[in-house]
């Protein structure tokens, strides 16, 4: 999956990593993508979930899930 290609030689700790990962996980789970497909929107979503990581001071996947989901102008469900 993209995020984990671009994870890799990050600065970031383990837990904002897996935070990271869930966060991703979640967003493509509720986009229905799949796989361990790469294409612009799964690179998409992995950047847009990297931005609101590093921007949120706390460590929760869902909100930072939900945030990007939001920036992506996705609605909920």
Do not use: W
Not at 4 to 21: C, G, H, I, P, Q
């Amino acid at each position: 999956m993209p995020i984990y290609r671009l994870l890799a030689n990050s600065a970031f700790d383990s837990d904002k990593v897996r935070v990271m990962e869930e966060a991703y996980e979640c967003a493509c789970r509720q986009l229905e993508l799949c796989g361990d497909h790469i294409d612009q929107l799964t690179q998409l979503v992995a950047r847009k979930v990297i931005e609101k990581a590093q921007a949120e001071v706390g460590l929760d996947a869902k909100l930072i899930c939900e945030r990007s989901l939001a920036d992506l102008r996705v609605p909920k469900y």
